[in-house]
T-cell receptor, first 109, second 117 residues
Framework: QKEVEQNSGPLSVPEGAIASLNCTYSDRGSQSFFWYRQYSGKSPELIMFIYSNGDKEDGRFTAQLNKASQYVSLLIRDSQPSDSATYLC?????????FGKGTRLSVIA | GAGVSQTPSNKVTEKGKYVELRCDPISGHTALYWYRQSLGQGPEFLIYFQGTGAADDSGLPNDRFFAVRPEGSVSTLKIQRTERGDSAVYLCASSHQGAGGYYNEQFFGPGTRLTVL
């Protein structure tokens, strides 16, 4: 059974702080990893993807991948109240995307 | 450009009825996916099309669920003899490449909220 695990939260951070979201996956064959943001009542929106070990930065977002530990993370710098949402981690190998349940982030102004 | 569109946005039906949910993918995307999302859960894979053919239907929960994509663009998810447990948001996504590629950036539609009374 391929699984992606996330802490459901809520994770509360003050405005301007760094939010750190974590995810582990069970399938060692997973090759690509994705972070989606989902606002309440809306559909998932792709933020970043990563497939190589290390860090990948895009604006205020940094994705980190450690395949040996089967661990993916998303850092959000200078968190804003508009970042408050559920963040979904997903993995993919030669299989369809497997999603975690998501971590609810709340950025407090 | 236009994103993925889904109709209807909401569908309320009675137990035992038949429903059809429609998805219109991003133009040029060959891969199309259906997911189901229940409250507090991540999207759950149902079926994946590459072109007109269903490349992977392993996520369909039972034979009441069926999907088609006859011309390789618009897809319809069909649910027969609906049950209350089918109530969920049904999401459609599309991408340039199928699930076998390293790049699988899927773009989601707004979803159809199905309620079975």
């Amino acid at each position: 059974q391929k699984e992606v695990e996330q802490n459901s939260g809520p994770l509360s951070v003050p405005e301007g702080a760094i939010a750190s979201l974590n995810c582990t996956y069970s399938d060692r064959g997973s090759q690509s990893f994705f972070w989606y943001r989902q606002y309440s009542g809306k559909s998932p929106e792709l933020i970043m993807f990563i497939y190589s070990n290390g860090d990948k930065e895009d604006g205020r977002f940094t994705a980190q991948l450690n395949k040996a530990s089967q661990y993916v993370s998303l850092l959000i710098r200078d968190s804003q109240p508009s970042d408050s949402a559920t963040y979904l981690c997903a993995s993919s190998g030669n299989t369809p995307l497997v999603f975690g349940k998501g971590t609810r982030l709340s950025v407090i102004a | 450009g236009a994103g993925v569109s889904q109709t209807p946005s909401n569908k309320v039906t009675e137990k035992g009825k038949y429903v059809e949910l429609r998805c219109d993918p991003i133009s040029g995307h060959t891969a199309l996916y259906w997911y189901r999302q229940s409250l507090g859960q991540g999207p759950e894979f149902l079926i994946y099309f590459q072109g007109t053919g269903a490349a992977d239907d392993s996520g369909l929960p039972n034979d009441r669920f069926f999907a088609v994509r006859p011309e390789g663009s618009v897809s319809t998810l069909k649910i027969q003899r609906t049950e209350r447990g089918d109530s969920a948001v049904y999401l459609c996504a599309s991408s340039h490449q199928g699930a076998g590629g390293y790049y699988n950036e899927q773009f989601f539609g707004p979803g159809t909220r199905l309620t079975v009374l």
